[in-house]
């Protein structure tokens, strides 16, 4: 089985296709794109651009020879190869579908852990009184779950880049079969540390496999929103995790259905999971060219000009990524992730955004909801019952992002951060409210800011995934989500294991309008306005070039940006 690069074949980096392009024409109303970096439409197909390619790149030849390559492959795999690949093969006329189906299947994975990690709510109650738990060793069994996480996060560079971006999700289910199985067979507290925390750590590997898998296989006019379906079903699953609650709440021993509930979903998942294919782009950075056209053309229409540029670009990536480490100790290897400017820059936006995110407090909030509705003035049963509405609100708030955040880019998306900021000013006045003489206000303003908050936060966190997944070089992206997901469980440990702490030292109102909400306005937004990169509609390698660019002539791009912005609004008014 050949699967180098043909020796005849032309480099691409030896000529610069896009600049032979006419450029498309910038739009001046999208206020964040950078204009000192010209967009190339190579959509435009036609005779004149194909004739352009064929002269410069010869690109008929390399395609004949990568049909050759493919077709070689096919041939020389052995039965234990096709099954050792755990992929049914599955191919559509169409290629959309097979986009589709990819990113629905790949982003369900959220759905076990969103159950993981709402569940705990409901399951809390009987819980307790059955073991017998302290409080410390309650909080524990809730927060081991993103210590865990941090394991797998861990875990998941190596298992990534040895065994692939889809081999690595179907691992994680086995870790999530596992640890329900000892959840909800558990007869003490060290059992439920062991069954949560190995949950976790199928939540870790899942976590950052799934968005470097996703972004790495779909087209860029779509990788926002079907990375952004991640954090969907990240909020369906705690939506879920919460229905169960109410489900089992009567039945004795309840707590045992509610903790050991992800079993089906894992099962489900690693099934569907044997009719996707893996990474091309991992593909590409093991050398396995014939086996990366096969799959690209499962994905891609290949009668386009565009697309089978993208494949020579990605090639090209991996060729130059590999002649890198050719040349590098592996001490030096492990180690670009920070000694490159490139990568070291995408390093630092990926987990400023990413602790954004988790240093909010959602994780706190969403473990301890029946916690906390039963302290505003809810019975048990009905505060399990209402923690459904910031569980839903959190799945509605993704949906946008699903939607919009590819038509509106990373930028304006993140101003969302704003809204929630907000919705934790009502939450914390809501506990300021005396529930003894004015409980109806009490509750109304808690609901109120629970709402808001899960709803902007379901269309923020969905950032939380999408830009560190397409941030990173191909050769670091494995490490890079290994650190930011590291970084996510680690921030979620922290703010779940010290939240009832923080809340006795603060009360809740300090620690949502001060710790929480004061992250959120005096350190996100302001970062997020000056160093944050628009990354839509670009492919990964036109990413690099973005990150290949100073951080002081970013901060002055925005700048300008949002000077022209303020002009012509103040103009209009």
């Known amino acids: 089985m050949s699967s180098s690069t043909p020796s005849g074949s032309l480099e691409l980096q030896s000529v610069n296709i896009k600049d032979e392009i006419k450029p498309a024409v910038l739009h001046q109303e999208d206020v964040y794109e950078d ?42 795999r052995s039965i234990w190869q096709t099954i050792a690949s755990l992929d049914m093969g599955v191919d559509f006329e169409d290629k959309r579908y097979m986009v589709y189906m990819l990113g629905a299947f790949a982003s369900a994975a959220g759905i076990l852990s969103g159950i993981d990690q709402s569940i705990i709510s409901g399951a809390s109650f009987g819980m307790n009184d059955m073991l017998k738990l302290t409080e410390h060793q309650s909080s524990l069994i809730s927060s081991l779950m993103p210590l865990g996480a941090m394991a797998g996060s861990i875990l998941m560079s190596p298992l990534n880049e ?9 691992i994680s289910c086995v870790w999530y079969t596992v640890g329900a199985i000892l959840c909800a067979a558990a007869t003490n507290h060290h059992i439920m540390y062991a069954g949560r925390f190995i949950l976790g ?20 006019t779509v990788r926002g929103n079907l990375v952004s379906m991640y954090q969907f079903n990240i909020a369906l699953g705690e939506l879920f995790g919460y229905v169960i609650g109410v489900i089992f ?8 259905f509610m903790v050991g509930s992800s079993l089906v979903f894992s099962t489900l998942l ?17 050398g396995r060219v014939g086996e990366a056209w096969n799959v690209w053309k499962r994905l891609r229409n290949v009668s386009l000009d565009s697309n089978k540029v993208e494949f020579l670009e990605s090639r090209q990536a991996a060729q130059q990524d590999e002649e890198l480490r050719k040349n590098e100790s592996r001490f030096q290897n492990w180690f670009d992730l920070v ?30 909801m029946s916690t906390l509705m039963h302290e505003i003035g809810f019975s048990h049963k009905r505060s399990v019952a209402m923690s459904m509405v910031g569980g839903a609100a959190l799945l509605i708030g993704t949906i946008p992002a699903i939607l919009w955040m590819d038509r509106f880019g990373r930028r304006v998306w ?57 941030s990173f070089s191909l050769a670091t992206r494995s490490v890079g989500m290994t650190v930011c997901s590291t970084m996510l469980y680690l921030w979620s440990f922290t703010v779940t294991y010290n939240f009832e702490r923080m ?16 992250i959120a306005i005096v350190i996100g937004i302001p970062y997020q306005l000056l160093c944050m990169p628009e990354t839509k509609n670009k492919t990964l390698e036109e990413i690099d070039d973005i990150f290949s660019m100073p951080t002081r002539t970013l901060m002055k791009h925005n700048i300008a940006n949002m000077k022209r912005t303020l002009k012509r609004f103040t103009s209009r008014s």
């Not at 709440?249 to 045992?256: A, C, L, S």
């Not at 303003?445 to 966190?461: E, K, P, R, W």
């Open 35 to 76: 204009p000192g970096q010209p967009k190339y439409d190579l959509d435009l197909e036609g005779p004149r651009t194909h004739a352009l390619l064929e002269d410069k790149l010869a690109l008929d030849e390399e395609i004949e020879q990568l049909d050759k390559l493919g077709d070689s492959f096919k041939r020389e």
């Open 162 to 170: 040895w065994l692939g971006r889809k081999t690595s999700i179907i």
């Open 201 to 220: 750590v199928g939540v870790g590997i899942e976590g950052g496999c799934v968005g470097i898998y996703i972004s790495e296989s779909v087209p860029a």
């Open 249 to 256: 709440f009567d039945v004795h021993g309840g707590w045992r």
């Open 270 to 286: 690693f099934v569907g999971l044997f009719f996707l294919p893996e990474s091309p782009r991992w593909l590409l950075h093991k």
């Open 339 to 368: 000694r490159i400017p490139r990568n070291k820059r995408a390093l630092i936006y990926a987990v400023m955004m990413v602790s954004l995110g988790q240093l909010t407090g959602i994780n706190a909030v969403m473990y301890y």
């Open 414 to 470: 993140s101003m969302n951060l704003v809204l929630f900021a907000v919705g934790l000013v009502l939450v914390g006045v809501g506990y300021k409210i005396n529930r003894e003489t004015n409980l109806p206000a009490a509750e109304g303003v808690y609901l109120t800011g629970q709402i808001l908050y899960n709803m902007a936060f379901g269309s923020y966190s969905a950032l939380t995934w999408v830009l560190p997944s397409e």
């Open 503 to 518: 809340q006795h030292v603060m009360t809740y109102t300090g620690l949502t309008l001060g710790f929480y909400g004061g």
